[in-house]
């Protein structure tokens, strides 16, 4: 079983940066693909970004050049450095698996980009 917590959310002014944390359950971090998904309100989930156990990284062309994803496989952690935010960037932001598994969907962390 994995259990994923994600924190780092807040309220940011447009053109600021957060960056979020997810903390990994579970002794096969370093076995597991990794992602980053959001849900704007009214929007389905979309995946944002993602990391193979090999630190392969994607993105999606909006948050490309802003946001970056990395792990520690000491520390069971995954991070996403988000840089020159958008008010389009709100949205509630969760990391899982990659690709994603439905059972594993923590609570989420906010990110509000708003002047």
């Known amino acids: 079983q994995v259990q994923l917590e994600e924190s780092g959310g807040g309220l940011v002014q447009p053109g600021g940066s957060l960056r979020l944390s997810c903390a990994v359950s579970?002794?096969?971090?370093?076995?597991?693909?990794m992602g980053w998904y959001r849900q704007a309100p009214g929007q389905q989930r979309e995946l944002v970004a993602s990391?193979?156990?090999?630190?392969?990284?994607n993105y999606r062309d909006s948050v490309k050049g802003r946001f970056t994803i990395s792990r520690d496989n000491v520390k069971n952690t995954v991070a996403l450095q988000m840089n020159g935010l958008k008010p389009e960037d709100t949205a509630v932001y969760y990391c899982?698996?990659?690709?994603?598994?439905?059972?594993?969907w923590g609570q989420g962390t906010r990110v509000t980009v708003s002047s």
């Open positions: 899982n698996l990659y690709p994603a598994h439905e059972e594993f």
């Open positions: 579970g002794s096969r971090f370093t076995a597991y693909d």
């Open positions: 990391i193979t156990k090999g630190r392969l990284v």
